[in-house]
Antibody, heavy 118, light 113 residues
Framework: QVQLQESGPGLVKPSETLSLTCGVS?????????WGWIRQPPGKGLEWIGH???????YYNPSLKSRITISVDTSKNQFSLKLSSVTAADTAVYYC???????????WGQGTLVTVSS | DIVMTQSPDSLAVSLGERATINCKSS????????????LGWYQHKPGQPPKLLIY???TRESGVPDRFSGSGSGTDFTLTISSLQAEDVAVYYC?????????FGQGTKLEIK
C-alpha cells in the first residue's frame, strides 16, 4: 500500500531554513498525482502549504510563497520542502500527502513536529 | 482565496445519536462543467494524520463506514454521522480543492456527551 514518511530536523533556529523530505513507498511518484505539504501549528487547524506535480510543476500558498521551495526527486521517489527565514510562527507538525489530480489528499505521512527556537 | 467556515466549533453527542457538522465556503465550489462540488471531509485524531472520509462532497472514501455521509452543494455542506461511535471522537475538517490555495475549515471537535 502507499506509504509516506517525513524526515528532517525537529529543531530549527530562527531565520534559518527548515528542510523536510517525504519518502514514498508503494507508489512511484513519476506515475502521476500531486505531492503536497500541509502543516498544523500547535492548537490550531490545518494549513495547506503547496504541492508539486510529478513533472515538477509547483503551486505554493501565497501566504508563504516567497519562502517556500518544493522539489521532487523521482530517482529516490521522494519530494522535499524548504521553508526559509523561519520564525516561531512556523512551529508546527508538518505532513506530506499524496494529492489526487482533483485535489483531495488520500494518503498522508504520520507528520513530524518542527520547532523553531534558538 | 476561498475561506471555509465550520459550525459548530465543538459538538458533544451521545453514543448512538446523530452528529451534524456544517461547512460554508466564501464562494461556490461547484464546478459547472462537471457538476461536481470540490469539497472534502477529513477526520483527525490526536497523534495520527488526517484521514480522508469524503470527496466530491458526498462520495465516501473506500473503507469509510457508511454511518458517515456528506451532503450539500455550492457553498453549504454537511457531514453527518448517523450513529455516533466512541471511535468517532476526533476533529473534523472540511477542505475545498476548487482553487488553489486549497483551504481547510477551522475544524470541529466532536466529543461524547
Amino acid at each position: 500500500q502507499v506509504q509516506l514518511q517525513e524526515s528532517g530536523p525537529g529543531l530549527v533556529k530562527p531565520s534559518e531554513t527548515l528542510s523536510l523530505t517525504c519518502g514514498v513507498s508503494g507508489y512511484s511518484i513519476s506515475s502521476g498525482y500531486y505531492w503536497g505539504w500541509i502543516r498544523q501549528p500547535p492548537g490550531k487547524g490545518l494549513e495547506w502549504i503547496g504541492h508539486i506535480y510529478h513533472s515538477g510543476n509547483t503551486y505554493y500558498n501565497p501566504s508563504l510563497k516567497s519562502r517556500i521551495t518544493i522539489s521532487v526527486d523521482t530517482s529516490k521517489n521522494q519530494f522535499s520542502l524548504k521553508l526559509s527565514s523561519v520564525t516561531a510562527a512556523d512551529t508546527a507538525v508538518y505532513y506530506c500527502a499524496r494529492q489526487r489530480d482533483s485535489g483531495w489528499s488520500d494518503y498522508w505521512g504520520q507528520g513530524t513536529l518542527v520547532t523553531v527556537s534558538s | 482565496d476561498i475561506v471555509m467556515t465550520q459550525s459548530p466549533d465543538s459538538l458533544a453527542v451521545s453514543l448512538g445519536e446523530r452528529a451534524t457538522i456544517n461547512c460554508k465556503s466564501s464562494q461556490s465550489v461547484l464546478y459547472s462543467s462537471n457538476n461536481k462540488n470540490y469539497l472534502g471531509w477529513y477526520q483527525h485524531k490526536p497523534g495520527q494524520p488526517p484521514k480522508l472520509l469524503i470527496y466530491w462532497a458526498s462520495t465516501r472514501e473506500s473503507g469509510v463506514p457508511d454511518r458517515f455521509s456528506g451532503s450539500g452543494s455550492g457553498t453549504d455542506f454537511t457531514l453527518t454521522i448517523s450513529s455516533l461511535q466512541a471511535e468517532d471522537v476526533a476533529v473534523y475538517y472540511c477542505q475545498q480543492y476548487y482553487t488553489t490555495p486549497y483551504s481547510f475549515g477551522q475544524g470541529t471537535k466532536l466529543e461524547i456527551k
